[in-house]
């Protein structure tokens, strides 16, 4: 059957109780972390981008991240030296690429941004300067010292929307994703942080391309849940929308916002997702202090605005800054030493087919 149910694991057990605290006397209080020390000039660039500009199917997304870095440089009126080194989708290349730069002095590397060209990177030593990677790893990959992950995961998003969705007071959910590999690292990333909150998940569905989406319907009248989590994207989620029940509450990733026409987002009225400020946000005075070139739009838009986020992550680790956090244009950005660069986007909902920020 081209939709593929599946059973749910049993909510975890109840945590056993703590222990009772034993009062004891307050602790000294630790001494001031030095002050940041800016890394040491050499006679290289201060920052090499390195882009998959040469592989075809990650040009434009490079493109437009070379961009807002650069519009980022120009509007916060910072001067550095800023190389770009051209990859393509190959291992192979990114490594090789990313020892040039760094025989060349460079003091900073922004990218690889190939999930794989990612995971290369961090099982080797080469990391001999601070390296902003524009895509989380592929695989299980421990993150090295010196490596700051930063990009657009879908499961930063998925994870955020379940935290929302709890906190929304909704307790029970079925899940309505598509057979891509974008649909499941999403639903996975839902389904895991629903359970560890605790909210009970009756089931999956994997609705099939040439599926009658009639049959999910029949499945959310049998069942009701609470609510559902629809993991998938664009016109497909438009299309699965009215089969969810009109009052049924829906959650969803910015996945689902790939157009501003109003009248395509109709059947997405009161859905709600997880987006960047950058799209949500466009009249906040944070937002148009950088240039929004018209001819980048959806997607490309979202990675224009990582390369401006991207370039304000660069300049704090060239002052030598390990602990900070600010508002960007892609969400929320916190830095604590290295490893995962948290982005929280902004919730987001449809109204009359356009999309309204709820904080």
Do not use: C
Not at 63 to 77: H, K, P
Not at 286 to 298: C, T
Not at 344 to 352: E, Y
Request: proline share 11%; glycine share 6%.
């Amino acid at each position: 059957m081209p939709i593929d149910p599946r059973a749910s694991p049993p909510p975890p057990q109840p945590e056993a109780p703590l222990p009772p605290r034993v009062a004891t006397a307050p602790p000294s209080l630790p001494e001031l972390p030095p002050p940041p020390v800016p890394l040491p000039k050499t006679d290289g660039p201060a920052v090499t981008l390195l882009l998959p500009l040469d592989a075809p199917e990650f040009q434009p997304a490079a493109e437009a991240v070379q961009r807002g870095f650069l519009a980022a440089m120009a509007a916060e009126g910072r001067t550095l030296e800023v190389v770009t080194r051209r990859t393509d989708a190959s291992d192979e290349r990114v490594l090789a690429d990313y020892d040039a730069a760094i025989q060349a002095g460079t003091r900073l590397v922004v990218g690889p941004m190939t999930r794989s060209g990612v995971a290369a990177l961090a099982r080797t030593n080469r990391l001999a300067v601070p390296t902003l990677a524009l895509n989380q790893p592929e695989g299980s990959v421990a993150v090295r010292s010196s490596l700051f992950v930063f990009g657009l995961a879908v499961e930063t998003e998925a994870r955020q929307i379940a935290r929302r969705a709890w906190t929304d007071g909704q307790r029970i959910a079925t899940v309505v994703s598509a057979p891509t590999p974008l649909s499941r690292r999403s639903r996975d990333a839902f389904v895991d942080e629903w359970l560890a909150l605790g909210g009970h998940l009756i089931e999956v569905i994997e609705v099939a391309p040439r599926a009658d989406p009639a049959l999910v319907t029949e499945i959310l009248d049998r069942d009701s849940p609470h609510f559902v989590f629809l993991a998938d994207s664009g016109e497909r989620a438009r299309q699965l929308r009215p089969y969810l029940g009109s009052q049924m509450p829906v959650y969803a990733t910015s996945q689902v916002n790939t157009t501003s026409d109003p009248l395509k987002n109709l059947d997405l009225n009161g859905v709600q997702f997880a987006d960047m400020p950058w799209l949500l946000r466009p009249e906040d005075p944070a937002m148009a202090r950088y240039p929004r070139p018209p001819d980048l739009q959806g997607d490309l838009a979202r990675f224009y605005a990582v390369g401006i986020d991207a370039f304000r992550i660069a300049v704090a680790l060239l002052d030598g800054q390990r602990d900070f956090e600010f508002a960007g244009v892609t969400g929320r950005i916190a830095v604590h030493g290295s490893g995962l660069v948290a982005r929280r986007p902004v919730g987001a909902t449809f109204r009359d087919g356009r999309t309204v920020a709820l904080e």
